[in-house]
Nanobody, 131 residues
Framework: QVQLVESGGGSVQAGGSLRLSCVVS????????MAWFRQPLQKEREGVAA?????????YYTDSVKGRFTISHDKTKNTMYLQMNSLEPEDTAMYYC???????????????????????RGQGTQVIVSP
């Protein structure tokens, strides 16, 4: 049974930084694409960043976080990260870690298009950014 556990959320002021972590426990050799999604209160869920973890690294970001967020993956620790800098109040949301098949990382639209396409999901970690 694969489980994803997020951590690292919290409350910061605008301009601050946070690093989210997603630890993968269990084994599934079909997992080659991982991503972060977020959902602000009473708003639509959106894909934030994705990374191909099955070989040569490919990454995707939604436009609103480009230049501010960095996604990475450490195979030795089975952990995915999201470094978030220059945080804005608009970044306030529940952040979810997801993992799925490699084809999801072929394009940005597939990688960030829908959380339901992914096989595994974590419970989420809350990020609050105050003005």
């Amino acid at each position: 049974q694969v489980q994803l556990v997020e951590s690292g959320g919290g409350s910061v002021q605008a301009g601050g930084s946070l690093r989210l972590s997603c630890v993968v426990s269990g084994y599934d050799n079909t997992i080659d694409c991982m991503a972060w999604f977020r959902q602000p209160l009473q708003k639509e869920r959106e894909g934030v960043a994705a990374i191909y973890v099955g070989g040569a690294t490919a990454t995707y970001y939604t436009d609103s976080v480009k230049g501010r967020f960095t996604i990475s993956h450490d195979k030795t620790k089975n952990t995915m990260y999201l470094q978030m800098n220059s945080l804005e109040p608009e970044d306030t949301a529940m952040y979810y870690c997801v993992a799925g098949l490699g084809w999801l990382c072929l394009t940005d639209s597939a990688a960030l298009g829908g959380r339901s396409n992914y096989t595994y999901r974590g419970q989420g970690t809350q990020v609050i950014v105050s003005p």
